[in-house]
């Protein structure tokens, strides 16, 4: 008998005077799976960035290789992004915290678990991380994916532009412009054009305003997470030739999470887009192997 294909659902969860949306996967019944829940970073909302459907090339979806191991995955958009509302404001770091919280509400009560596993992404990290701080008994195991510091390049090379994210909430990014995150510090060979055309132009149509907040809050309020705080198991995993991300400027928040449960991963074939670079296999398994975990 030939497996179904994970399917796709819609939730919307109220929030104040904010609509979020979140996109789930699951293979088959979801009631009684665990519940993986997938944090976006500052530029690109949930489906777009975790399950990306490439014609001719397969497994590039992290929510559809995590499904059909078993899980039921929930990708949200945080205000201001996709599919949810787009405030009129800058957005920052400690709302989209709150908005993770009420998603993570909203799925706790829909599927009755106490606990979700987490894994965040890039600016992710820095929301993902405070909510993780404020609300630990609500996760079970947290994945630190692709995390910056103050001195990370990247960040180092964005401070020239300050003043225009500054300037108005939001800024187009035009389709050529969405690709330039595959490239920086990571060569040629580990991306797949295809791939780079699917992701801008997927991107270009849902992000037709990007929010500048969480460039703001990454170039002028770095640290805005304390390791000391995050009680629960993380597992910290980059690329190999990330530019945001990279071992000298982690290892010291790596060092200072409080429990011993804990893994610093390194995965060759990628960068700062490593879930959709030619590592991304050994990505998913090893974000598999630390959800797994007994």
Known sequence: MEEQPPQGT???VARDDLRLFVWEKCQGDPQGRPVVVLAHGSATAGRESFDLQVPGHPGYSLMDFLARRGYDVFAPDMRGFGRSTKPEDHLR????????DAV??????LRGVAQVQLLAWSWGTQYGGQFVMAHPQKVKRYISYA???AASPDLVSRRPRLATFQR???IRISEPGWKLRFHSLT????????VIDAFAHTAAQVETRSPTGPQVDLLTRLPLVDPTQITVPVMMIHGQYDDVADLDGLLPFFQALPNPDKQYVVVPGGGHMLHLQKGHARFQQAVAAWFAAP
């Open 168 to 170: 108005a909430p939001y």
């Open 93 to 100: 770091t400690e709302q989209a915290a709150a908005d993770l």
């Open 104 to 109: 993570v509400d909203h799925i706790r009560q």
């Open 187 to 194: 060569p040629d060979e580990v991306n797949e054009p295809a």
């Open 10 to 12: 819609q939730h919307r």
């Open 147 to 149: 995390q910056m510091h």
